[in-house]
């Protein structure tokens, strides 16, 4: 068998080529999809870089010889979101049991493939309700209480819904701010990575540039506006998102950005503290938090930037 590390590069090679067919079929079977070639390259730039995956992989003692079936319950709210799942559980030498996601059916499944051809003698199983060993699965917080329920007798890593933030100083500079832009509005809005709450100064007044979105986040953009109107709610639009000033909370709708201004950073802290179990990641100049990325960083997550900050390698390779 080939190792990982060659594995995973051949497999870099093969998605910066992957068919146009195939991002056409995926986009015909989910209508948001329409930025693959982002998520293809930060998984390509971030993950299946060779130098950056063996200092990764070096950081593991990985001995298990007696491989676990590892179900992976896979979401589908942005393109290949499961990979890292996958590749996780491979790299512990267990055996990943993958349900797809009906929203993400046709990137996954052919990555898989890719996979299997490289290394014929990898297994990759589907799952279809078969006894397994542990489960990873990703969903909403309802989703979450039913896989809790439902794996309750086998370890489990189960995520729910997860938000992030950016905090602006005042001292940003366009470039920075065009950056902003895409944390929020890549993949619509759609991951728990995309920022949808702005920690800014009183005196600081900044204009959104919503790119062009795709009719699906139009729709719920319109229908958001017509709501709030009818509401008498207030809110700045900017031609494709609504900011809304108020408290520091999340927005219900993708195409709303909530606007909470602070007086001091440290008071930003304490509530990114006290809400740490709600965010994944925070978009800042500075270190301000533990899971601090730069602008335009937000979708780019490395090897070791765990979802929900929980070790996935340790999980499998303590099974």
């Not at 995973?8 to 930025?35: H, M, T, Y």
């Not at 890719?114 to 990873?136: F, H, K, M, R, W």
């Amino acid at each position: 068998m080939k190792c990982y590390v060659d594995i995973f590069s051949e497999l870099s090679v093969r998605l910066k080529s992957i068919p146009e067919q195939v991002i056409k079929d995926a986009q015909e079977q989910n209508c948001w999809f329409c930025q693959i070639d982002i998520a293809i390259e930060a998984i390509c730039m971030q993950m299946l870089d060779r130098q950056k995956f063996c200092e990764w992989l070096n950081s593991y003692h990985i001995t298990t010889q007696h491989p676990k079936r590892v179900a992976i319950i896979m979401a589908g709210n942005i393109p290949a979101v499961g990979f890292a799942d996958l590749l996780y559980t491979i790299v512990s030498g267990n055996i990943p049991v993958v349900k797809y996601s009906s929203k993400d059916r046709v990137l996954m499944e052919y990555i898989v493939n890719q996979l299997q051809d490289i290394e014929p003698t990898l297994t990759i199983e589907q799952y279809n309700g078969q006894s397994v060993d542990a489960v990873i699965a990703t969903g909403s917080d309802s989703a979450a209480l039913h896989f809790k329920s439902m794996f309750g007798n086998i370890p489990t890593l189960i995520r729910g819904s997860r938000h992030s933030v950016a905090i602006l100083t005042g001292e940003e500079n366009n470039k920075q701010l065009e950056c902003l832009a895409k944390d929020i509005f890549t993949y619509s809005g759609l991951g728990c990575r995309n920022v949808s709450l702005i920690f800014a100064p009183h005196n600081f007044n900044f204009n959104l540039s919503v790119p062009q979105m795709p009719q699906s986040y139009i729709n719920n953009y319109r229908h958001a506006r017509a709501l709030m109107t009818m509401q008498g709610k207030e809110f700045l639009d900017c031609n494709g998102a609504l900011l809304i000033e108020g408290k520091a909370e999340f927005p219900r709708h993708i195409s709303c950005i909530n606007i909470c201004r602070y007086d001091s950073l440290d008071s930003v802290k304490e509530w990114l503290s006290e809400n740490d179990n709600r965010i994944q990641c925070v978009v800042c100049s500075q270190k301000v938090h533990s899971r601090t990325v730069d602008f335009g960083q937000g979708q780019y997550p490395s090897l070791n930037d765990y979802a929900d900050q929980v070790d996935v390698m340790k999980f499998l390779l303590s099974l």
